[in-house]
T-cell receptor
Framework: GEDVEQSLFLSVREGDSSVINCTYT??????LYWYKQEPGAGLQLLTYIFSNMDMKQDQRLTVLLNKKDKHLSLRIADTQTGDSAIYFCAETAGIYNQGGKLIFGQGTELSVKP | EPEVTQTPSHQVTQMGQEVILRCVPISNHLYFYWYRQILGQKVEFLVSFYNNEISEKSEIFDDQFSVERPDGSNFTLKIRSTKLEDSAMYFC???????????FGQGTRLTVV
């Protein structure tokens, strides 16, 4: 079945780059997403990438997609303490392969040390 | 900026009671969803709703659960006869179409005691 896997923890120093990795199983996914969850808060959409793209850059965020290996990564440049949060990778799935149903990874907790 | 809003932010209920979680999706969105996140676990899909009917539901979404769009703005999740294991954060989400990004609310933390 559909599954999304992420490493659970990542610790970086302020100013360094962070790279959060994700693998997924559904090769028919049309969209792959990154959501951010701060403590006690909801899921904030950070960015997404279409499956026909290899890379997307949005300010400090760079998303890389390797469809062959079903690997997605999120790079945060110049990581700040405010970036400390849990980051969820999600792929689209569903009977019509529409964007509605998302399959989430277990989340990567990013800890940024000053 | 338009956002999905959920009420209440925290609900405590006794086992066996019914609860209704409320959501106001973004106004021009047509697709609505409920997800839940048990503490320390993955965010899990429960149900999607379009054109006043369920378009897909997960195995979790059994007869204990129901959804409704009672008017033009609200989208509700009803849980009948709550169990301890229903304790979780419940997220509502909406998207403009079935093929565009979903925006999530802040969640309702449900605690069943």
């Amino acid at each position: 079945g559909e599954d999304v896997e992420q490493s659970l923890f990542l610790s970086v120093r302020e100013g360094d780059s962070s790279v959060i990795n994700c693998t997924y199983t559904d090769s028919s996914s049309t969209y792959l997403y990154w959501y951010k969850q701060e403590p006690g808060a909801g899921l904030q959409l950070l960015t997404y990438i279409f499956s026909n793209m290899d890379m997307k850059q949005d300010q400090r965020l760079t998303v890389l997609l390797n469809k062959k290996d079903k690997h997605l990564s999120l790079r945060i440049a110049d990581t700040q303490t405010g970036d400390s949060a849990i980051y969820f990778c999600a792929e689209t799935a569903g009977i019509y392969n529409q964007g509605g149903k998302l399959i989430f990874g277990q989340g990567t907790e990013l800890s940024v040390k000053p | 900026e338009p956002e999905v809003t959920q009420t209440p932010s925290h609900q405590v209920t006794q086992m066996g009671q019914e609860v209704i979680l409320r959501c106001v999706p973004i106004s021009n969105h047509l697709y609505f969803y409920w997800y839940r996140q048990i503490l320390g676990q993955k965010v899990e899909f429960l149900v999607s709703f379009y054109n006043n009917e369920i378009s897909e539901k997960s195995e979790i979404f059994d007869d204990q659960f129901s959804v409704e769009r009672p008017d033009g703005s609200n989208f509700t999740l009803k849980i009948r006869s709550t169990k301890l294991e229903d304790s979780a954060m419940y997220f509502c989400a909406s998207s403009r179409t079935g093929n565009t990004e979903a925006f999530f609310g802040q969640g309702t933390r449900l605690t069943v005691v």
